[in-house]
Each structure stands twice: as C-alpha cells, then as structure tokens.
C-alpha cells in the first residue's frame, strides 16, 4: 500500500485531508521565545496578532528528522511519499532525504521536492493520493507527478508588504510606498521561488478580481479536475467574488477553499489570495 505524506506548507483543509487520508508533518513557528507547530496549536489570527504587537515577523522552521521518522511505519511493507515544501524555501525536503537513510528505507520512502508552496503543493498531493487509490505504484505514482510538477500554476496577490518587510522580504521604502499608494504585487512560484510578476493598484476587492480576470486564458486551458482558491483571512465577500467568477467559466469540476496555514501566513500576511492549478498545456 502506497501512504501519502505531505509537509504542513501543503495548507489542505482537515476536510480534505480526511478524506483522501493524508499524513500532515507539520513545521514550526516561533513567536519570540515560544515554538508552535503549523496546524496544530497555533493560528494565523494568533500569529498576526503577535506580530502586529512586536512588529516582527514570525520565525519558521523545518520539521526535524526526529519528527518525519514517527510518521512511518517501521513494521510492514508500505511504500511511502512525502511532498515537502520547496527545497529552496526550506530545509525540510533534505531532512525528509536524512529521515529515509536513518530509516534505511530509502527503497520504500519517496520524497518529492514539490517546487512550490501552499495548495501548488497540495494540488500535487491530491493527485498523488487518488493514484494510490487507484492501486498504482510509489514509482508510478512519483514518475507521474515529476511529470506534472511543471506544469502546477501558483501565484498569490498580496494586500500588504508590511510582512514581506518584517521578514526581509523587500525594503521599507517598498513596503512604505506600496501601502501609500495601494499597491498591490502578484507574486507567482516559479522553478521553486517566489518572483514579482505585476503590481496592481487600488483596493484589495478590486485588485483581487483583476489578478483572476488576468488568468482567464490560462484558466480555461487548466486541468478541469480543481482549481484552489486559498487565502490567508480575507473578507468572504472577496472569496465569494473569486469564486463566482471561477463558477462563471464553466470549466473545473471542483472549486475549492483553502486557508493558509501559519508558516504561509507568517510571511505573506493577511489578505493574501491565490488561485492555483494545474495546466492543461
């Protein structure tokens, strides 16, 4: 039997994660002197709070090879995939390599640099758990998703530079200027990192809809089996807009949302929306 793991950066609903059983590691978060795991015993309403009060930004840290090893099953024969964060946002793929040769079960874990981050991660994941369904090998099942890998569409628009500042992210005079003239970056996942594609400007609702209006091409040559619409707390009433307009192309056969998990949030922060999937090209 083939198990699906994936690192907690995946930002899957507990609904979804149930339902297609997948085994969540999660990372961590610091708060000052404090560590809380992603998903577990921390919320990113908790986390923009505490930062708000300090005005820094959250620290992050990949799972231990300690924490990935009581994952897997010692006993039995399964074969396991674990999706990680990108490797070069994170240590947590080479710490799931390390946990597999401690193991000495590098025959039966598979771990996939995913290149990417939040449900860009989980679309990979979903399909990675319906194969497994289906009976499939872990070697069939990774060969189809280094395949698809690629072709995963992530991309995010920010409602504020103040986190990517905290974190070093961009220059104060960035973060000063785009909050005074309601600039609002496009920020996509591109080879494993994050780069600036377009900078909108206005309000948020508005700008929110334009980023989706931009993809309408690309969306309609999308695979039709799901597109995420995943935020880090937005008004419902932008959600509803995005999803209204996703309804509107007749095209997917699942819309679904998501909330971003805390490591997400701690360096996008709130109001920050993505519509991901995967390319039909």
């Given at each position: ?108 874990i598979f771990v996939i ?95 929110v809809l334009d980023y989706v ?69």
């Amino acid at each position: 039997m083939v198990k699906i793991i994936s690192d907690s950066t995946c930002d899957l609903s507990k609904e979804l994660i149930g339902k297609y059983g997948i085994r969540i590691i999660p990372l961590y978060v610091r708060l000052g002197e404090e560590e809380y795991k992603d998903g577990v015993n921390i919320t990113p309403d908790e986390l923009y709070k505490w930062s708000d009060a300090h005005g820094e930004t959250p620290k992050t840290a990949a799972s231990s090879v300690a924490d990935i090893e009581e994952y897997i099953d010692k006993e039995g024969d399964d074969e396991y995939i674990i999706f990680t964060i990108s490797s070069q946002m994170s240590a947590n793929f080479n710490n799931c390599k390390l946990a597999a040769e401690d193991l000495e079960m590098e025959d039966r874990i598979f771990v996939i640099d995913s290149a990417n981050l939040s449900t860009g991660i989980g679309l990979q994941v979903l399909c990675a758990a319906e194969l497994a369904a289906e009976g499939k090998k872990a070697a069939e099942i990774v060969s189809y998703i280094e395949s698809i890998k690629g072709k995963v569409r992530a991309s995010f628009v920010i409602d504020t530079l103040v986190y990517l500042h905290r974190g070093g992210r961009c220059s104060g005079l960035a973060a000063f200027f785009g909050s005074a003239l309601k600039l609002h970056p496009r920020i996509s996942v591109d080879n494993g990192a994050m780069h600036p594609e377009k900078k909108y400007r206005g309000k948020i609702d508005r700008c929110v809809l334009d980023y989706v209006k931009d993809m309408e091409p690309a969306l309609l040559k999308a695979e039709k089996a799901r597109v995420f619409i995943t935020h880090s707390g937005c008004d419902s009433a932008i959600v509803d807009s995005v999803r209204a307009y996703l309804e509107s192309l007749n095209h997917f056969d699942e819309i679904l949302e998501t909330r971003a998990g805390a490591v997400i949030s701690s360096h996008c922060g709130p109001g920050t929306l993505g519509v991901l999937f995967i390319s039909g090209e």
